[in-house]
């Protein structure tokens, strides 16, 4: 079984390495409008091993299901009993030894289905709509290796072989978001991913090495039996290790206070978005939280401060949705609060909910994405001021879409009326000093959401048509509009992908989530409140944006209540002024140090050779001077 697993892994890597080198086979211009054939090469490569991989994965679910349930009580293991792990190789490092290990249980599993499924959802989508884009083969290859790097995330048996996928996602990240790299902005987007994360990945990397070293092994199965967990007397060490783990968890996660590069991260295509926020980067860091639940929880002021942040991050960012104007930034910031919500259910004892949450959410939201997708394939442009009346010309798009914002806002029958609620009832339960304060916030931003949502719908799909076709498209948009629906490559997914989001919710009861009706019906009649009066303003001037509901606190929404300003004032200017000064200072100083010896040098030699010019006469002539001196010195002296 466990060899499933690693051709499950290395499916994808492996198409990734044949779409950067095949692809190139018998073309002299790759992937150009010229060279069709290296278009479907890519393709090929592209979709068939995600999707082998997705069979795979299949089989592996249905074969835990008839194992034996190991006695952890973990609900996953419930769900799907069974468990497989393998070691490839042991490696002495003189303490902590690293183990290569892979290893597979309900909650890899239940994961590993959400990434091989929106990965493949993705790729077939990318076929439509990176259509002729002279870079889609090098674009694909990244993908698949970006699933690759999640999957191994998913499956690692040992924390180091959990971190090499964690780096590798944050590599492709960057040169996915990337893509277009011609315009300035979408490159500082990936560069300014790329170190965020990078941030709380040093925080990651030395809490892998407490908990390694502190339990004298990187197996995950070691570290949760480890007495660093059981022993007070070693619980600052513990704390110390899960709070620095929470900093990495912040910055894939896009968690406060490291949360400002997701919305950045929009100019990436459109595929990518429905990646990176659905099924891989951004999960990832929940995933960690669920995987090492037993050291969370052995570290009651850890799970404090993860239940602040996400109260924080949940509001804030539901906040600054209903406020934008581009729809991907909506579904950017959307993500950023639907995150909190299951870093919220974590912390308050329920890795249940949390994951619950998290797969109901990675279908709904790819689900969005790529209706965001459809909708700009068709308008020419990301700004929802330029769309309105399209639920006539885009009827497919439409109720996709309708189901994936349904599940977004938590309405029933859609999941995520289901996950969500599982999550707020979670903390409703919760015990810690923070839990009034993560309640309240949570309520609060029920309703929120359902006000986004609906702004999102309405202004997207109703209204007047304000559809201003553009004669070529900016970078970040593939095509304009072209008075169609997208092509079937494009929609088959998104209809697909409507199936989970509308049903996974009914799947509930299989993981043991049960609904408590009185906090549902609570959080529904929240959310139809939000909802309603974002209609009733939107109704009253269908031609205005619903968000004037902010009145003056629409512009600090708008701008994310100014935290990338704050840290460019307070972090970016004062560093680039510093690295300024340590350049003058090595130019002036150190290179001016250099510089000074070498023209001393020089002086000194123009003094010297004239003692050494070739002229014998002048040689004879300081010898006899230099004699009279000492002669004329010697009867002076005596």
């Known amino acids: 079984m466990i060899a499933v697993v690693a051709l499950i892994v290395l499916l994808p890597f492996a198409a990734a390495a044949a779409g950067l080198l095949a692809t190139r086979l018998g073309t002299r211009n790759l992937g150009a409008r010229g060279e069709p054939a290296a278009y479907r090469r890519a393709a090929w490569i592209a979709v068939v091993p995600v999707a082998v991989s997705a069979a795979l994965t299949v089989w592996l679910a249905a074969a835990l299901a008839r194992g034996a349930a190991p006695a952890d009580g973990r609900f996953w293991s419930e769900l799907l009993p069974g468990r497989a792990e393998g070691t490839l190789t042991l490696v002495e490092t003189g303490t902590a030894p690293i183990s290569l290990t892979l290893r597979a249980d309900g909650l890899s599993v239940l994961a590993g289905i959400l990434v091989v499924v929106v990965a493949l959802a993705v790729q077939v989508y990318s076929v439509g709509y990176m259509r002729d884009e002279p870079r889609y083969p090098s674009y694909s290859a990244f993908v698949s290796l970006f699933t690759s790097a999640m999957l191994l995330v998913v499956y690692a048996g040992d924390l180091i072989v959990l971190y090499v996928g964690w780096e590798i996602m944050g590599l492709c990240s960057y040169l996915l978001i990337g893509h277009w790299w011609e315009d300035r902005a979408n490159s500082r987007a990936a560069v300014k991913a790329f170190l965020v994360t990078r941030l709380g990945d040093v925080g990651f990397l030395f809490g892998i090495f407490i908990l390694g070293t502190a339990a004298g092994s990187f197996r995950i199965d070691d570290v949760l039996r480890a007495d660093i967990l059981q022993h007070a007397g070693n619980r600052g060490a513990l704390i110390a290790a899960t709070l620095l783990l929470l900093a990495g968890v912040a910055g894939k996660s896009a968690q406060v206070p490291l949360q400002t590069w997701l919305p950045d991260a929009m100019a990436g295509p459109t595929p990518i978005s429905a990646l990176i926020h659905a099924a891989t980067m951004v999960a990832a860091g929940i995933f960690v939280v669920a995987r090492l639940y037993p050291a969370f929880l052995a570290a009651p002021p850890t799970l404090d401060v993860l239940g602040v942040v996400a109260a924080v991050g949940m509001l ?3 906040l600054a949705a209903l406020a934008q104007s581009d729809l991907k930034r909506v579904l950017a910031y959307s993500t ?25 959410h990675g279908a709904f939201k790819a689900l969005l994405f790529l209706c965001a997708g459809l909708v700009i394939h068709h308008v020419g442009s990301n700004l929802i001021s330029h769309m309105g009346g399209l639920r006539t010309a ?21 999941s995520g009326f289901f996950s969500k609620d599982a999550v ?42 304000r559809i201003e076709p553009l004669a070529e498209p900016p970078p970040g948009v593939a095509h304009v509009f072209d008075g169609r629906e997208a092509p079937a490559s494009m929609l088959w997914p998104a209809g697909v992908l409507a199936v989970p989001a509308l049903l996974l919710g009914l799947a ?71 690295a300024r000064g340590v350049v003058r200072a090595d130019a002036r100083l150190v290179d001016g140090a250099v510089r000074g010896s070498g023209r001393a040098t020089l002086g000194l030699s123009t003094l010297v050779r004239f003692a050494q010019n070739g002229n014998a006469q002048l040689y004879v002539t300081g010898l006899l001077a230099g004699i009279v001196l000492i002669a004329v010195a010697a009867v002076v002296l005596t």
Not at 524 to 552: C, F, K, M, S, T
């Open 336 to 360: 950023i609060s639907q995150l909190a919500y299951m870093a919220a259910a974590l912390a308050a004892g329920s890795d249940r909910a949390a994951m619950f949450h998290l797969v109901s």
């Open 424 to 465: 707020i009832s979670a903390i409703e339960h919760g015990t810690g000093p923070a839990q009034p304060f993560v309640q309240a916030s949570a309520l609060l931003t029920v309703g929120v959401t359902g006000a986004y949502a609906a702004r999102a719908w309405l202004r997207t799909f109703f209204g007047p048509t």
């Open 394 to 414: 885009l009827p497919v798009t439409f109720w996709t879409m309708t189901i994936g914002f349904a599940a977004l806002a938590g309405l029933p029958p859609a």
């Open 316 to 318: 804030g960012a539901a």
């Open 508 to 578: 509930g009861p299989m993981t043991g989530v049960e609904i408590e009706w009185g906090p549902a019906a609570v959080s529904l009649a929240v959310a139809l409140l939000g909802a309603g009066i974002v209609y009733a303003v939107w109704r009253a001037a269908p031609e205005q944006d619903p968000a004037r509901v902010l009145g003056p606190f629409r512009v600090p929404c708008e701008r994310a209540f100014y935290v990338d300003a704050a840290y460019a004032a307070l972090v970016a200017r004062p560093v680039l002024r510093l």
